[in-house]
């Protein structure tokens, strides 16, 4: 048996070690991993949905002009999404699998026109995210907002495409800010 000389042995050893420290640099912010999100800034995706987007909602004034225009912003703790009368958040990091695929729980904001004047219902959902490109900051995304258990859809699958410019101002959703 052969030995390999001890300043060798330490060489691998070095390179080893460096090897194993870049693929732990892989798990972090940015990848997907175990950092704070894949975005790394703000990022905005934003289109246009059909009358029957959403499920058993009459859109009501304030909404006239914008009505079939939405909007998308993602952070590294934070998505939101708002169309029409519905304003979709969730808090906390996310991350982007190897199929494109994020899918967060948050809450449901729905405004309704009831008995002379507006409310507001809020009821927990998911939202599911199919990215182009396995990364946030695909040319496109297709969203759709979900029961709590994933099953049933809540607001129909829309497609949206990234802003160029960065994020966009979303639209108003009656009334909300």
């Not at 304030?62 to 934070?78: G, H, K, N, R, S």
């Amino acid at each position: 048996m052969t030995l390999l000389p001890d300043p060798l042995m330490r060489g691998l050893r070095a390179l080893l070690c460096a090897a194993f420290v870049g693929l732990l640099a892989a798990c972090g912010p940015g990848t997907g991993g175990t950092g704070t999100g894949p975005v790394g800034g703000v990022l905005g995706f934003s289109g246009m949905v059909s009358p029957g987007f959403g499920v058993g909602v009459s859109v009501l004034p304030p909404c006239a002009a914008d009505c079939a225009t939405v909007a998308l912003q993602l952070e590294d703790e934070q998505l939101e999404f708002r169309a029409l009368c519905y304003r979709f958040v969730h808090q906390g990091p996310w991350d982007i699998d190897a199929k494109g695929v994020a899918e967060v729980a948050g809450a449901l904001e729905t405004r309704v026109q009831a008995e002379g004047g507006a409310r507001t219902e809020t009821q927990p959902a998911r939202m599911r995210l199919r990215f182009s490109e396995p990364r946030a900051d695909s040319p496109q995304v297709e969203l759709t907002v979900l029961d709590p258990t994933g099953q049933a859809a809540l607001l129909a699958p829309v497609t949206l495409h990234r802003n160029a410019g960065g994020p966009s101002a979303a639209p108003s959703a009656c009334g909300h800010p």
